[in-house]
Nanobody, 122 residues
Framework: VQLQASGGGLVQAGDSLRLSCAASGRTVSSYTMGWFRQAPGKEREFVAAISWSGANTYADSVKGRFTISRDNAKNTLYLQMNSLKPEDTAVYYC?????????????????WGQGTQVTVSS
């Protein structure tokens, strides 16, 4: 499975962005998919995940502002980010896990995209 993340950019606080993650190589409709982020000098952290059935979970820091979704027909994962804050600045990675259960630790995911930079100015 190859994952290609896109949609990052430089925005102001309060703006919105939508990240996309296109999967190729095989269908990921049965995979759990997730978004993670890594800020400079910090460890990679969980942002959101969605199961094959659409069940989702979010980090407390983004709950109510970010929405994860997937389009299995397009083999694509999305992350709608609203009300962005400077502390959301990071490289965002999409990941896939060949398992039914949603998981939050990065080491539970088998496949990773290359990352897309999100920078939020104050």
């Amino acid at each position: 499975v190859q994952l290609q993340a896109s949609g990052g950019g430089l925005v102001q606080a309060g703006d919105s962005l939508r990240l996309s993650c296109a999967a190729s190589g095989r269908t990921v409709s049965s995979y759990t998919m997730g978004w993670f982020r890594q800020a400079p000098g910090k460890e990679r952290e969980f942002v959101a995940a969605i199961s094959w059935s659409g069940a989702n979970t979010y980090a407390d820091s983004v709950k109510g502002r970010f929405t994860i979704s997937r389009d299995n027909a397009k083999n694509t994962l999305y992350l709608q980010m609203n009300s962005l804050k400077p502390e959301d600045t990071a490289v965002y990675y999409c990941a896939a896990r060949n398992a039914i259960a949603v998981a939050t630790p990065p080491d539970r995911y088998n496949y990773w995209g290359q990352g897309t930079q999100v920078t939020v100015s104050s």
